[in-house]
């Protein structure tokens, strides 16, 4: 189960993930994440903070945009995880290929940064 | 067999009771007419023709009745045949009279009576094969209780040769009233004629001429017979007279009504021949339309049929089948593809909404709006949609060059037709998703057999260390990995991993991780390095969103250090003898695939660490902090720690049961959603 929505904020596209991302729906993540790169948004922030769960095929479609983003210049921030997903995200050393905000506020700051 | 002798056996009794009437009859005929007391007893012939009318009876009714190749064609031509043949030589009979003159011997009595026994026996044979031919058209489609009303007028028939068989004086009364019900009963069982319905135009036609032929061969039959009779009663009327023969009479009157009243029913269903015919090839067409995914294999064959079976019932002067699934798709009869578009774009423009598009929800007579496009030849236009498990998928459209040209029911059938077609696409998608499934199936069979291959059968074992593994896959085939190599005599290599993605692809990645393990940890390199290589060799087959975690030990048994190097795999779980500690390594790692360039090596690290007696290693996959019980509450990593802290005393085997039935107690199930591996080892 898992719901995705979209808005923009000051040049930056927010996807807010509600839910858990399994097998299935990391589909739609993986979809609403490329719609966004299509739109030409160079900074996408990921709201994490209704991310109940994450499997491994969900972490995978977050992987997978790594080099693309590299490629086009596109910053993409994470924040709001649970300590259970930002752990996840740990293990598998995933912090350290994305960038991963404590909150909304952090996450602006870092993508401006990036976006110099 | 024993029907086949049994026919030539009543042949055989026919031919000889039919001698025998000849011979019985002529003598006493001979000896009444030169006035001699006969020494035959007058009753004989009659006798013996009854029992000639009985052999005929049953000779036809085994010849025709069991003959279930006739159609009603065959039946009239038979009837026909044997009255041409009767005819013919009763003919003939007639030609060698005429040429032998009017001699002594053609006007003798004994003459003309042969001549008549042979004509009454072409006759009764004549008309006991009409009588069994009947009787087949007649309980065509019967029903209990006209099956009881022919027995008892068959039955009747066959009782009343009794009267004729022996010398019961001629009573007239009896005769008539005998003769009326049996005309009777015969004029109500000719009511039956259902079987005319089920011939085709052509055959109505040959029934036609076949039953006039046949009703003339009657007419011709019953007036020489009469005609000879009458000749040789008036010399004497000591003879087989047939017109005082009840069972004859009713036949000759109940054979020639029947032909009658075929031939005129025949006659008067000619126009409406077509409209039967046409109902019959409706349902032909919507037979094949269901049937054809079971013979046919395509989605297409079906459009084809439906475009045929539509047009072929209406009288449709053109037709076109648009589809609008994935591929888009125009089936045309009679029309070329610009016409039928230059159609639709015309009908788009008209003040209706969804003309011949996905929105239109019913069949629609569009015919009004055809009269404003000049340049098409079609005056009447009919549009049905095609569903899909209620998803439109079509549009069939039928035309006429002929205004008003589809009434209501012409409407109700190709809708019927749709419908049918949509029904049959969706049973073949069906099928094919079950198909499909199927295969799915075997496939995952298939990768659980080779996972299970990949998987060491004996792990390595030393003073050391003792190691317990067990893996164990969800219905679904994950990748989870774990392998042991001795390098040299004090260096032993482990490995746990596991493939993210299920099915045969990740079977597929674990048996390359096989590979990749056995090659490069034979060489005893830093365990950082052998991730670093192991992600260049990997990063090229795995695809994208895919990788695999991964940790690799190398154990120095002398030296008692591990140095290892963790890639994205759930971190070690560490219990210490000397401290009495059990926690988690912390370090970082990147997971293989995740990084596809050299940079991955800047991501791992290799750590050290002592081990000692009493120590226990655990490994694991994310299958055991990742179950969930009832409740939605993960495993987790303190319920892990929790087992060890209790367990740790124990063996490696020990403690692996003891990790699993907890976890099985947790979850509360008998199965588990992932894979889960446990790798435990405890030094010695």
Not at chain 2, 31 to 55: A, G, H, Q, R, Y
């Amino acid at each position: 189960m898992i719901h995705i929505k979209r808005l923009q904020e000051d040049g930056a596209d927010v996807i807010a993930i509600i839910g858990e991302i399994d097998a299935s729906s990391s589909i739609e993540l993986d979809l609403a994440i490329a719609k966004s790169v299509g739109e030409g948004y160079v900074k996408i922030l990921v709201d994490c903070s209704a991310l109940e769960y994450i499997s491994s095929a969900g972490l995978g479609v977050f992987m997978s945009y790594i080099d693309e983003f590299k490629d086009k210049k596109i910053s993409m921030v994470l924040y709001g995880l649970s300590d259970k997903v930002a752990n996840t995200f740990q293990i598998l050393g995933l912090n350290e290929l994305l960038h991963i905000a404590k909150d909304k506020s952090e996450a602006k700051a870092i993508i401006n940064e990036l976006q110099v | 067999m024993r029907a086949k002798a049994m026919i030539r056996l009543l042949f055989t009794m026919g031919a000889i009771t039919w001698l025998g009437l000849v011979f019985t009859d002529i003598s006493i005929l001979f000896s009444t007419v030169n006035n001699i007391e006969p020494d035959i007893p007058t009753w004989l012939p009659k006798l013996l023709l009854n029992l000639f009318i009985l052999s005929l009876f049953y000779y036809y009714k085994l010849k025709i009745e069991r003959d279930e190749v006739l159609n009603f064609i065959d039946l009239l031509w038979r009837v026909f045949a044997t009255g041409l043949i009767a005819t013919v030589i009763s003919l003939a009979l007639r030609l060698v009279s005429y040429l032998l003159g009017n001699t002594k011997l053609t006007g003798h009595v004994v003459y003309i009576d042969l001549i008549y026994l042979i004509n009454v026996g072409l006759m009764i044979s004549f008309l006991t094969m009409a009588f069994t031919a009947w009787k087949r058209l007649i309980l065509y489609q019967k029903s209990k209780w006209l099956l009881r009303f022919w027995s008892f007028f068959e039955y009747g028939l066959l009782i009343s040769l009794l009267y004729n068989a022996f010398n019961f004086p001629y009573v007239e009364s009896v005769y008539i009233t005998l003769f009326v019900a049996f005309l009777i009963a015969g004029l109500v069982l000719s009511g039956n004629m259902k079987w005319v319905a089920y011939l085709n135009f052509r055959q109505k036609w040959t029934g036609l001429l076949l039953l006039l032929l046949t009703i003339f061969y009657l007419l011709y039959g019953f007036y020489t017979n009469s005609s000879y009779a009458s000749t040789i009663s008036s010399t004497s009327a000591n003879f087989a007279d047939y017109r005082y023969h009840i069972f004859i009479m009713s036949l000759i009157a109940f054979v020639t009504i029947y032909s009658i009243f075929s031939f005129l029913v025949i006659l008067f269903n000619l126009p409406t021949t077509s409209v039967f015919e046409q109902k019959l090839e409706e349902v032909v067409n919507f037979q094949r339309i269901s049937q054809s995914i079971q013979t046919e294999q395509s989605e297409e064959s079906v459009y084809n049929i439906l475009l045929e079976t539509s047009v072929s019932t209406v009288f449709a002067d053109a037709a076109w089948l648009e589809i609008n699934t994935s591929e888009k798709k125009l089936y045309t009869y009679n029309i070329t593809e610009k016409e039928a578009r230059d159609i639709i774009e015309h009908l788009s423009h008209q003040p209706v909404r969804g003309i011949l598009d996905q929105g239109t929800d019913k069949t629609r007579n569009l015919s009004k709006y055809l009269a404003t496009l000049k340049s098409s030849r079609f005056r009447s236009i009919l549009a049905f949609p095609i569903y899909v498990k209620n998803e439109n998928i079509g549009m069939l459209a039928l035309l006429k060059e002929l205004p008003e040209g589809f009434n209501r029911e012409m409407t109700k059938i190709v809708s019927a037709f749709s419908n049918q077609a949509g029904i049959s696409i969706e049973n073949f998608r069906l099928m094919e998703e079950a198909l499909q499934n199927e295969r799915y199936k075997e496939e995952l069979k298939i990768a659980k057999t080779v996972q299970k291959s990949l998987l060491p059968e004996i792990l390595e074992r030393d003073e050391e260390f003792e190691i317990a593994a067990f893996s164990e896959s969800a219905d679904e085939v994950g990748g989870d990995y774990y392998d042991t190599l001795r390098i040299s005599g004090e260096m032993v290599a482990l490995i746990i991993a596991d493939v993210s993605g299920k099915g045969t692809t990740a079977a597929f990645h674990m048996s390359q991780m096989k590979g990749i393990f056995h090659s490069l940890a034979q060489d005893c390199i830093e365990p950082s390095e052998f991730m670093a290589r192991a992600n260049q060799a990997l990063v090229n087959c795995l695809e994208r969103g895919s990788f695999i975690s991964a940790i690799i030990f190398l154990i120095n048994t002398k030296t008692k250090l591990i140095r290892y190097s963790r890639a994205g795999h759930c971190p070690v779980l560490y219990y210490k003898a000397a401290s009495d500690t059990v926690e988690y390594f912390k370090d970082k790692g990147v997971a293989l695939g995740m990084v596809r360039n050299s940079s991955y090596r800047n991501f791992m690290q290799t750590s050290e660490f002592a081990f000692a007696k009493g120590d226990v290693m655990v490994l694991y996959t994310d299958g055991i902090t990742e179950a969930k019980n009832a409740k939605g509450e993960e495993f987790g990593y303190i319920r892990l720690s929790d087992i060890l802290e209790t367990a740790k005393k124990l063996s490696s085997r020990e403690i692996q049961d003891h990790i699993i039935s907890s976890l099985y107690q947790f979850s509360e199930s008998e199965s588990l959603d992932d894979d889960y591996t446990t790798m435990i080892v405890k030094f010695n």
